[in-house]
Every structure is written in structure tokens, then in C-alpha cells.
């Protein structure tokens, strides 16, 4: 007897979400079960040390936050620090690197690759100490301000919001590069030598032909470099740990204080749930620049 063309359908669907049923569970029980689990904290007065029992204090832990100016500063911080080491300047210097080694030669790009390849692999916190050794008021950049007879100041003091942006520059430049050199590998030499006998500058081809035809890597860097820039705190923590005061405090540090050092689970998961929900918010905007055909 043959079977219902409804049954059918349903055991074709079952044969193929057998091979990834494995993969849903972990993800459920890995990633969804902590999350979720986290958004319920976020609703209480959850401490670590001095409490028997939490309570639900719905959203009391959201309204804190959104008055606290500390919490206004670690925003601000931390989109200022995501916009000027991550779609400024890794995603900038990563896509010029690519391109300068499309045209250098093979000795130059065996050595430019493994110098940024090192410190994109160096441990974060190694790259840390590395960064507050260059910048500290007794450090190798100001040994060469002072060299060169030139003013030097106490960048982690005077600029430290800078300083860690420019950190995050050195150690992940290299993913934006290894993504660029690979698109600029995929684009055929045909046009872009069509357009160079046109006679098209360098500028005029990497703008009206060489962007539009990555545009979709650039969209994917920008989103994978931003999601990681977002939640970068063993790079900042080494170097300024937030300070002077809070002038470098961005939101993974001042959630770390606030559940950590202050004992207020509650308050700090709510942060991290508010942080998640930034991320998010970047990758919405990226999802939709990379559903739209160049």
C-alpha cells in the first residue's frame, strides 16, 4: 500500500534534518540553554557574595543602566573604539595591504604577510603587554619621539581610547588582509587590464571596479571584524584597564566591574544582554548590505 503523499513529504524532511539533529542539540544545549539563562538573570538582583536567594526585579537592572552615566560612557567608548579600530582602520589598512602585495614582489609579500600574520596569532594578552610597552610614558614610541627630537607625552594617560584602538589595529589587521587578498585574487586580470588600457588611474579602478566587485567581502569583513571588535577586553584590560578613570572603559570592561568587582551578576548580565543586542544590531545592517546583488 502507498503512502500518503503527506507522510512521505514528512519522512523526507525527518531523512534530512537527521545529519544536522546532532549539531542542534549541542547548539541548543551550548548556546541557546546559556543564553537563555543569562536573559533570566538579567532580571534579577543576582550578587555574588552576601545574598541567599535572588529576586525578579524585571527591568530595574535596563532602567540602571540607561541611567547610569558610566554606562553612557562605556557606549560611547565602545562604539568610538569599534568605529576607528575595526571599520576605520582594520578593514582600511587590511584592504591596502591586499592590494599594495597584489603588485610586490614575492620576497615582499612573504615577509609583509608573516609580520602581520604574527601578530594577528600572538595571544591577546601577549599583544597587550607588547602595546603598553610601545605606549607607555617610558616606551619605545616616545624613545623615538625623543630621538627624533619630536614632543612625547603619556599616550596611555593623554589618548588611551587611541591607544587601545590603534592596539586592536596591529593585532587584527591581518584577517582583513587574508580576506581582501583572497577577493582580489577571484577578480579576472582581464578587466582590470581592459580598464588600465582605457586609461583608468589606480584610483578609478580600485573605485569603480574593484570595490563594486568585492563588495560582498567587504560587507562579510566588516561584519565578522566588528562582531570581534565589540567584545575585546583582555587587549584593553592589559593596557588601561578602562582608565585613566573610566576614558577607556568600553562595555565588556565596565560589565566585568560591575558582575566581577561589585558582585551584581543581575546588573552586569543585563549589560552583557544589551551588548548582545548592539551586536546584533550591526549584524542587521550587514546581513542586509550582503542580501543586495552587486
Not at 523526507?12 to 545529519?19: D, E, I, K, M, T
Not at 593596557?239 to 551578576?265: D, H, V, W
Request: hydrophobic residues 50%; positive net charge.
Amino acid at each position: 500500500m502507498t503512502a500518503p503523499p503527506g507522510h512521505r513529504r514528512l519522512a523526507r524532511s525527518l531523512a534530512r534534518a537527521l545529519p544536522v539533529s546532532p549539531a542542534v542539540v549541542l547548539m541548543a544545549l551550548f548556546l541557546a540553554g546559556p543564553i537563555g539563562y543569562c536573559a533570566y538573570i538579567a532580571f534579577t538582583d543576582l550578587q555574588l557574595t552576601g545574598q541567599a536567594h535572588e529576586s525578579f526585579v524585571g527591568f530595574e537592572n535596563f532602567r540602571t543602566a540607561f541611567g547610569d552615566e558610566d554606562f553612557i560612557n562605556a557606549v560611547w567608548l565602545t562604539l568610538v573604539f569599534t568605529f576607528l579600530s575595526s571599520i576605520v582602520g582594520q578593514n582600511t589598512l587590511g584592504l591596502a595591504l591586499a592590494a599594495l602585495m597584489q603588485r610586490a614582489s614575492k620576497t615582499v609579500r612573504t615577509i609583509t604577510g608573516a609580520v602581520v600574520v604574527t601578530a594577528w596569532v600572538l595571544p591577546e594578552v601577549v599583544a597587550g603587554f607588547l602595546l603598553y610597552a610601545f605606549f607607555r610614558r617610558d616606551g619605545t614610541l616616545n624613545a623615538v619621539l625623543d630621538f627624533l627630537h619630536l614632543p612625547s607625552q603619556n599616550w596611555l594617560y593623554t589618548l588611551p581610547i587611541l591607544a587601545v584602538s590603534f592596539a586592536n589595529v596591529w593585532r587584527g589587521t591581518a584577517f582583513s588582509m587574508l580576506v581582501y587578498s583572497a577577493a582580489l585574487n577571484e577578480i579576472p586580470k582581464e578587466i582590470t587590464e581592459a580598464a588600465e588600457v582605457d586609461g583608468a588611474s589606480g584610483w578609478r579602478r580600485m573605485w569603480h571596479i574593484t570595490l563594486p566587485m568585492i563588495r560582498r567581502s567587504i560587507g562579510t569583513n566588516l561584519m565578522l571584524n566588528t562582531l570581534q571588535t565589540l567584545s575585546v577586553f583582555g587587549l584593553i584590560w592589559v593596557m588601561t584597564r578602562g582608565g585613566p578613570g573610566n576614558r577607556s572603559q568600553t562595555l565588556p570592561l565596565f560589565m566585568y566591574e560591575q558582575a566581577f568587582q561589585k558582585s551584581m551578576i543581575g546588573y552586569g548580565t543585563a549589560v552583557a544582554l544589551l551588548l548582545l543586542l548592539v551586536g546584533s544590531l550591526f549584524s542587521l545592517v550587514y546581513m542586509r548590505l550582503l542580501r543586495t546583488e552587486v
